[in-house]
């Protein structure tokens, strides 16, 4: 039986995340989304991006009320289009360090001085105290050890997927500490 949200009572389950309205759109529409990010993105920059799509649709009470009860197939296959071109830009804006200048920082060499390198290992403190604990060893592999995704999945026997996944949720969670932290 396909989706209805005709109907106020369809769409008002659908707004509130009623779990078998949630399953059957997700069932029914996965297809729809990962087609839409696939005109943009390919392997696990693909599937984080339609994980998300319906994470946030599970997630989100006010992101699946901005759905109007038309079309729910169009309307997720646009969201996922938009989230996958805003991946792009997000990669597009991240600046590789050139090898020397990684060596040289990541050996201590820098002109850091004493006092930002404890500023620096009290935010990590705090930063690793919100970090969910089953996501803590993701975020030591990836971001304080530096490994590569295959290298870290490999280490703590994740799918190298999952891993992308969960490091990918750490880095916007970072990214809002950080904002948190330096305040307006």
């Given at each position: 039986?396909?989706?209805?949200?005709?109907?106020?009572p369809?769409l008002?389950?659908?707004?509130?995340?009623?779990?078998?309205v949630?399953?059957?759109?997700?069932?029914?529409?996965?297809?729809?989304?990962?087609?839409?990010?696939?005109?943009?993105?390919?392997?696990?920059?693909?599937?984080?991006?339609?994980?998300?799509?319906?994470?946030?649709?599970?997630?989100?009470?006010a992101?699946r009320r901005?759905?109007?009860?038309?079309?729910?197939?169009?309307w997720?296959?646009?969201?996922?289009?938009?989230?996958a071109?805003?991946?792009?830009r997000?990669?597009?804006?991240?600046?590789?360090?050139?090898?020397?200048?990684?060596?040289?920082?990541?050996?201590?060499?820098?002109?850091?001085?004493?006092?930002?390198?404890?500023?620096?290992?009290?935010?990590?403190?705090?930063?690793?105290?919100r970090?969910?604990?089953?996501?803590?060893?993701?975020f030591e592999?990836?971001?304080?050890e530096?490994?590569?995704?295959?290298?870290a999945?490999?280490?703590?026997?994740?799918?190298?997927?999952?891993l992308a996944?969960q490091?990918?949720?750490?880095?916007?969670?970072?990214?809002?500490?950080?904002?948190e932290?330096?305040?307006?």
């Amino acid at each position: 039986m396909a989706l209805d949200l005709s109907g106020a009572p369809g769409l008002e389950a659908f707004y509130r995340g009623d779990r078998t309205v949630m399953e059957q759109c997700y069932r029914e529409h996965f297809d729809d989304v990962d087609r839409a990010v696939a005109r943009t993105l390919q392997g696990a920059d693909r599937e984080n991006v339609v994980y998300e799509v319906f994470y946030r649709l599970l997630a989100d009470e006010a992101f699946r009320r901005s759905f109007d009860g038309a079309m729910l197939g169009a309307w997720l296959a646009r969201v996922a289009s938009n989230m996958a071109i805003d991946a792009v830009r997000r990669a597009g804006r991240e600046v590789a360090l050139p090898p020397d200048e990684a060596n040289r920082l990541a050996e201590g060499r820098g002109s850091v001085r004493f006092e930002e390198q404890a500023e620096a290992r009290e935010w990590l403190r705090k930063f690793r105290e919100r970090v969910p604990p089953k996501w803590l060893p993701v975020f030591e592999a990836c971001f304080v050890e530096r490994l590569d995704q295959r290298t870290a999945a490999a280490r703590l026997g994740l799918a190298r997927t999952t891993l992308a996944y969960q490091a990918l949720r750490l880095k916007w969670l970072l990214e809002r500490f950080v904002l948190e932290e330096r305040g307006p």
